[in-house]
């Protein structure tokens, strides 16, 4: 890695100061389980990093059963996980928080760096898109919000500006009778990446779909929001019909491309398959709740 | 240039200076800096866990981890892991169920699992298999991995009763 430096901002001001100042040549580190193994193959060419660990909005994590959950761009995936009115709340966040890398990359990589790397393999963003979370992003002319299926514009692209960051993410408080599941085909049990993923919430009323959102990993060129497989759902009974036509809307609706990980087919495939097995577990866990 | 930076750090419950580039990770800075040669580079980013180590309570993959964040952090590494020429019950463990073969990844592995077993005494053999799936081995095949684990687990437990 070619000479770089290094600030620890102590405020989002100081921070968003140092991004204005730096413009492209400075980018912000939560984990830095990404950024520091692209820096050094050599993605990116900076002066400056800028260490968001010790800014005190980005490591919120506060949860409260009528606003929701507030949670700091650079807070851990261990930290989430660990925190059982959190994994009470939102158990389909948990799942995604908890297959990310391993124990290793759990202990550093957070949840906002992975929405912020932008990948269409990110295992966090269909789950939080399910879920029906809000980005909260601060630049040198104030806050904004974005939803989360609006922050992705492309593979590692985002909305950010370079004098931009995100500061937090908010996950609506948990509604009654609701439940999400995020899953992910890969070829071993852990520590891989996703294939294909999909990541659903359902709201039931009695044995009816109320509501409910799908959004798909790997298979687009951003984490894809399928608004029409919840739409499909939306008033109809929770049954193997309703949820074989949303599984296939969301088979629909991907556009994957042919890697090393699989083929177009084998993913349109995966959607379906996998939207049918997490729509199953959705409502299971929004029946548990009942 | 940018200057060094002056980093203040507790490595192996002592407290240990140094001076890094903003660039280098802990990893360099252990094994060229400090001279704590133990932790082995493997991938450099992150898949192989050679390069555990317990960062402020947590393992890391101490080649995703910028020296300079270590300014007040605790680490331990596998130097820490005996106490004086005594073995961990880890260290025996993989000794007597020869849990290594090349030795590349072990400091690693027995970092890794000195934090599980920490964590939860009596883990599943799953449960091993899962915590430890940020650990490459190419010589041993993980079983006799695994075994050393669950021995250990049982011998601690056994010492604590």
Redesign the interface.
Request: hydrophobic share 40%; proline share 3%; net charge positive.
């Given at each position: 890695?070619?000479?770089?430096?290094?600030a620890t901002p102590r405020s989002v001001r100081e921070a968003v100061d140092l991004l204005a100042e730096h413009g492209d040549r400075a980018r912000i580190m939560a984990?830095?389980?990404d950024i520091?193994?692209q820096?050094?193959a050599g993605r990116w060419d900076l002066d400056l990093?800028v260490?968001g660990?010790n800014i005190a909005e980005l490591n919120e994590l506060t949860y409260d059963p009528e606003v929701g959950l507030t949670l700091g761009a650079a807070v851990?995936c261990?930290k989430v996980y660990q925190n059982a009115a959190i994994s009470r709340a939102y158990p389909g966040l948990i799942d995604a928080a908890s297959l990310i890398?391993?124990?290793?990359?759990q202990?550093?990589a957070a949840i906002g760096g992975n929405v912020c790397n932008s990948t269409p393999s990110a295992d966090t963003i269909p789950i939080l898109i399910a879920l029906g979370a809000t980005c909260n992003i601060v630049g040198p002319g104030g806050n904004r919000k974005v939803a989360m299926e609006d922050f992705c514009t492309g593979p590692g692209q985002n909305v950010l500006q370079a004098d931009e960051m995100l500061v937090s993410i908010h996950l609506p408080a948990p509604v009654a009778n609701s439940g999400a599941h995020y899953q992910r085909f890969i070829p071993r049990?852990?520590?891989d990446i996703a294939v294909a993923g999909v990541g659903v919430s359902v709201v039931l009323d009695n044995g009816t779909v109320k509501s409910a959102r799908v959004a798909l990993a790997s298979v687009a060129p951003t984490p894809l929001f399928v608004r029409a497989a919840g739409e499909a759902l939306a008033g109809k009974p929770a049954s193997e019909e309703s949820i074989q036509k949303a599984a296939d809307l969301a088979r629909d609706a991907a556009t994957p491309i042919t890697d090393m990980r699989g083929t177009i087919e084998y993913r349109k495939h995966l959607c379906e398959v996998l939207t049918r097995r997490a729509l199953n577990i959705a409502i299971e866990r929004a029946k548990e709740t009942q | 240039?940018?200057a060094k930076?002056y980093v203040r750090s507790i490595i192996n419950r002592e407290h240990v200076d140094f001076l890094c580039?903003?660039?280098q990770?802990l990893l360099e800075c252990l094994r060229d800096v400090v001279g704590l040669t133990g932790t082995k580079e493997g991938c450099?980013?992150?898949?192989c866990?050679a390069c555990?180590v317990e960062?402020d309570g947590?393992?890391?993959?101490s080649?995703?981890?910028?020296g300079?964040?270590a300014e007040g952090k605790e680490i331990t590494t596998i130097e820490g892991v005996a106490i004086g020429s005594t073995l961990h019950p880890i260290q025996q463990a993989f000794l007597e169920n020869a849990a290594l073969q090349c030795g590349i990844c072990t400091p690693g592995f027995i970092v890794?699992t000195k934090?599980?077993l920490e964590a939860e005494p009596n883990p599943s053999e799953y449960r091993i298999?899962?915590?430890l799936?940020?650990?490459l081995c190419r010589c041993t095949g993980y079983d006799k991995i695994v075994r050393a684990v669950m021995g250990a687990a049982g011998k601690m437990q056994a010492a604590k009763a």
């Open positions: 890695m070619k000479w770089i430096d290094y984990g830095g389980t520091l193994v820096l050094r990093l260490d660990k851990a261990y890398g391993g124990i290793q990359i202990g550093r049990n852990e520590m | 240039m940018p930076t580039e903003p660039r990770s450099n980013d992150g898949n866990g555990t960062f947590r393992i890391v993959t080649c995703l981890v910028l300079v964040e890794a934090a599980l298999r899962f915590w799936a940020n650990n």
